[in-house]
C-alpha cells in the first residue's frame, strides 16, 4: 500500500518503513535459489509493538530441510545476512520458517 506521497506501508497499519519489502524480497530471492519448487517461496512481513520487524517464510513442506540445512546451518545463515542490513539501519530483524 503507498500513501499520497509514495511511501510503501508494508503491514498497512504502521508507520511507513520502506525498508521491509526489501528485506522480504532479499529473503525469498536467496531463498528460492536453495529449493525446487521456487513457486512455493513467500515471505510476508509483520511490524511489532517492539519496533522489530519479523518475516515469516514459508516453502513446499517437502522443502523445509533445504531451507534449514545440516544443523540448522543454512536458516542461521540467512538470517544473519538479513539481520545484518537491517540492524545496521537500527531495527532487529526476526526470520521465522513457518510450516
Known sequence: MA????TADFTGTGPADVEAPMMEDLLERLVKGLVDKPEEVSVEGFDESDG????ELR???DEAGKVIGRGGRTINALRQVVRAH???RGRKVVVDLVD
Do not use: I, N
Open 86 to 88: 537491517k540492524e545496521a
Open 59 to 61: 516453502v513446499a513442506e
Open 52 to 55: 522489530s520487524v519479523t518475516l
Open 3 to 6: 500513501d499520497e506521497q509514495g
